[in-house]
């Protein structure tokens, strides 16, 4: 980005403090019987009146059409570029369930699968075991699996068939060929490092593929091996501290969120569970760090199931929690979403969501509402969300002029 | 572009249908006595009655500022970046007058020049030769000339002193430079291969530039020899086919469009003239294809000519013969321009042009006419034109989550 060739120079810390509220999946398509959005159904008196005196706008996510995921859509909110800064699917299975993942590990997504004596894959998701089933197969590997070739093995139960595996060691590059076939009726593919620095990490799955093959010989389950996906490492990015100059928490209840807010370098508050101890922890968070990042998983999820009423509901929450930071003292706050959900579409989606800056120095525009067509005609016009913490950074004046 | 990046992992087929229709040079100026610009004069039931129901936005062809020709600005709309995608100008006059250009064909824009005996070109377009004349001359020189160093030769009528020449052949490559001296009383230039792969090109234009001036010795016209310009061959692009897993129909009158749209691999229907005929055919092909390209020529015909009256009726006839596509069922329609053609400016301009998305899932905004003020307030915003395909694959629903 182009951004990263000005930053260094303009940079600096100040104590001024910045909020950056996510409302995940929280832009929507209008309801077919009232022609009104989620947000325009909502009753939100507080992110309506904070609109009033904001600068708003609309978020591109990626690009205009991309419908992005949780984990592009939150690395362009953290001020990357979520083209360039690909988080792979491995890592994302992992933290996504909370699993360690550090600097240097291997993450790779497994599926437990049914493989013929002949090495035949012939079910890959092993007739979708249990996660009981699974969770003992797990245990059954991990006590008689510690470590490969000096690398640390773990493996962690996700769901059904699925797993995660770190690998911990040095020396570990992930450029490897999978060995999941990706149809039934085929062999195994072998696995092979796709450059120099890979080769030990290709030993070592090669040897976990076979002494996994070999375990399961003697356990009563459909599962008979393991196929290897995403494999993947963090991404090599700076973080908050160093990019932005920014000490950041993360007040989040999704273990999604966490970690991705992980990989950027923020410390992440755990046991929050709800809307009311996330604003809470925001409260006593509030002198320790300079930038927060609030994350409300909810809307996305009800946007999911298609359940419109049940997302109107927990904007409703949302904003009535929400209204308890009056008072605070921030320099630039914003609200707006990873992406939106429309209940219409049960999935995420491309469409633009509303997106609102807070602060001393923003322009308040006509914008009554926080809502998709509101926002639409508000100062900040279309902005990609990439951008956002850019814009943070300014409005909180934490930039100097780039050029004399 | 970072589409290209994207695209493949998340492109799908489906069944849904997309139409693209371009009302080419339809963007204009107010006119001097009314303050209404072209659009906002003609009276367009059926435009505005979609507007109404569509998310809107205006285009920026290019870049802000920049005026295009037909070549980048429809590129543009078919979803290539115009200043990365360049159609060469030999192409492009190829395309101009339907002349077959293919893969690895090398496509030259020819004048017919005046040169003197000692080689010094005295006239660079040869009196402007009548039409006529250049038929006789071109219908002489291709008798003689069939090929050159097993190089089939074609040479095809333009325009007075224009003509167009295609080489086909192997091992062709169009970095040559050029025997044009651009001025007056200056020889011939010398041409020569810029890079190893286009040594052949060149051995063959200069046998070619010999032959041309022995054989015109013989024949009484002012028309001496030739001149070869804008020296190229199509661009090294993926197919509608490939890159959006679209079976494409072109429904177009003019022969550059239906050239354009052949580079980009969509099928063209031939034999049209009217735009009653387009709409005609689009109905007919309907179950045949899922996008449809719709172009419709006059609206920037009249805009050049300067004929403010003209356009409006022409605008208000396609309105009339487009009304006929209501109750046909597209996943998303797009209605825009390549570019704006004012007639106030009598030449193609820089201007952004109105656009509209109809879809299920296009939130309609406010604006209630498919005009370049009202377009201006919709909820797409600035949108440049390259966008609008996969704005269009989106909101057809061909498009599946980018990252987990």
């Known amino acids: 980005m182009d951004y990263d060739k000005i930053l260094p120079g303009i940079i600096k810390k100040t104590d001024s403090k910045i909020l950056l509220i996510v409302m995940d999946g929280v832009g929507g398509l209008p309801h077919p019987e009232t022609g009104k959005t989620e947000l325009e159904t909502a009753k939100t008196p507080f992110l309506d009146e904070m609109a009033e005196h904001s600068s708003c706008g609309l978020t591109i996510p990626v690009l205009s059409g991309i419908t992005p995921g949780s984990g592009p859509g ?39 699968a049914t493989i013929s004596p002949e090495g035949i894959v012939t079910d890959r998701r092993a007739g979708r075991i249990a996660t009981e089933e699974n969770k003992k197969i797990v245990s059954i590997i991990s006590e008689k699996i510690k470590e490969i070739k000096g690398v640390k093995v773990s493996i962690y139960t996700v769901k059904e068939h699925r797993c995660a595996i770190v690998l911990k060691g040095s020396g570990l590059a992930p450029s490897v060929s999978e060995n999941d076939p990706q149809k039934e009726g085929l062999p195994l593919k072998p696995i092979t490092a796709l450059d120099k620095p890979s080769e030990k990490t290709a030993e070592v799955l090669r040897e976990l593929e076979d002494r996994v093959i070999e375990i399961l010989k003697g356990v009563d389950t459909p599962a008979k091996g393991l196929l290897f996906r995403g494999i993947s490492k963090l991404p090599d990015i700076k973080g908050f501290a160093e990019k932005y100059k920014l000490n950041a928490a993360c007040i989040a209840t999704y273990p999604m969120y966490k970690g991705v807010a992980k990989v950027v370098g923020m410390d992440v508050i755990d046991g929050l569970d709800t809307i009311e101890g996330e604003v809470d922890a925001l409260k006593e968070l509030y002198d320790k760090y300079n930038f927060f990042f609030l994350h409300i998983k909810k809307t996305d999820s009800y946007g999911e199931d298609g359940n419109f009423d049940a997302k109107v509901k927990i904007i409703e929450e949302a904003d009535r ?25 049960k999935s995420h989606s491309w469409h633009p969501l509303p997106l609102m800056i807070n602060s001393p120095y923003a322009i308040a525009d006509d914008v009554k509402r926080f809502t998709e067509r509101e926002c639409a005609k508000g100062i900040l016009g279309k902005v990609y969300s990439k951008e956002i913490m850019y814009l943070l950074l300014a409005y909180s004046l934490k930039l100097d002029k780039f050029g004399a």
């Open 321 to 345: 929690y929400l209204s308890k930071i009056k008072g605070m003292k921030f320099g630039a706050i914003a609200v707006t979403g990873d992406h939106s959900t429309p209940a219409l579409l």
């Open 74 to 112: 939150h690395i362009a909110l953290f001020g990357y570029d979520p083209v360039e800064v690909q988080i792979g699917r491995g890592v994302l299975e992992c933290l996504g369930i909370g699993a360690p993942v550090e600097k240097d590990d291997i993450a790779i997504r497994g599926n437990f």
